[in-house]
């Protein structure tokens, strides 16, 4: 294997682990193969529709997440870049997709903005909790993706910046970031 299809097996694996699945509930057994109708393929009825976010990394692990359930013998429906949450929460909730993955933080937050859960078992539970009526996580993956600020190395000198807050005193300050970040 050269280095470089190394490299991308890498990346692939790890982002199938910083993947949290979000789905409409619909059943309670396990992701098992559909089973075959006569004709000798899935019906209709056994397609799951994954759905993603407007942004690159959220439809790259759509996609593996797709791979995976079509190498286990579900029929796939992609409908990717749908939206922020505000466009695709109503998709799972009206059924156009049943499943997407999702960040169990942001997504405890865009449904709870009080919450001051912080472990990852603490951010899990409460998000159990803070979704609405037909909505439920999958298990969470062991790995996480957590935001961070940067600036470079010289504005952090001229500004004697060690932690966050110390950004607070400065001013104008111009913040870049995902559209979450509000």
Excluded: W
């Excluded at 056994?46 to 959220?58: L, M, V």
């Excluded at 009206?94 to 859960?117: C, H, M, R, S, V």
């Amino acid at each position: 294997m050269s280095r470089i299809t190394s490299r991308l097996a890498l990346a692939a694996s790890a982002l199938t682990i910083t993947a949290l699945a979000l789905t409409a509930c619909g059943s309670s057994g396990s992701l098992t193969a559909p089973e075959e109708t006569s004709s000798g393929s899935a019906g209709a009825s056994d397609t799951i529709t994954i759905g993603s976010q407007a942004y690159y990394s959220n439809e790259i692990i759509a996609e593996i997440y797709a791979q995976a359930l079509e190498g286990a013998g579900f029929t796939v429906e992609r409908t990717f870049n749908i939206g922020q949450r505000d466009a695709i929460i109503p998709s799972l909730q009206d059924g156009t997709i049943q499943l997407t993955p999702e960040y169990t933080g942001n997504l405890l937050q865009y449904f709870d903005k009080a919450t001051t859960a912080t472990t990852t078992d603490d951010v899990y539970a409460a998000l159990e909790k803070a979704l609405p009526e037909g909505l439920a996580v999958l298990d969470q993956s062991p790995a996480t993706d957590q935001d961070s600020y940067n600036v470079t190395a010289a504005f952090a000198a001229q500004h004697n910046l060690k932690s966050i807050g110390d950004l607070a005193g400065i001013s104008p300050l111009v913040l870049g970031g995902a559209p979450e970040l509000e």
